[in-house]
């Protein structure tokens, strides 16, 4: 696995996860890198994604309640998820240019 991805599970509304992602054959200072979701019976959605330059986007769903950061010097990325709520349940990707991780689940449920 190229970018193997850590920190998925269940949370309760409210409650936060952090989910990691390590690249494995690449450096990842060259690239944007990004996370998607996959909610069931939804298509792939942009999560955030976070530039070379260190500039950001979030999907308006999940603006002010998530962060997408970088260590360049570790080579992996982050995606701190806060105030979960129940439509953020879904199998997350992270993505380096043509590179996916296998998804990681997040449920989140009361």
């Known amino acids: 696995v190229q970018l193997p991805e850590s920190g998925g599970g269940l949370a309760q509304p409210g409650g936060s996860l952090q989910l990691t992602c390590t690249a494995l054959t690449v450096e990842l200072h060259f690239y944007t890198i990004k996370w998607y979701r996959q909610a069931p019976g939804s298509r792939h959605e942009l999560v955030a994604y976070?530039?070379?330059?260190?500039?950001?986007m979030y999907a308006d769903a999940v603006k002010s309640r998530f962060t997408i950061s970088r260590d360049n010097a570790k080579n992996t990325m982050y995606l701190q998820m806060n105030n979960l709520k129940p439509e953020d349940t879904a199998v997350y990707f992270c993505n380096i240019d043509q590179q996916w991780g296998r998804g990681t689940q997040i449920t989140v449920s009361s």
């Open positions: 976070i530039t070379r330059g260190g500039s950001t």
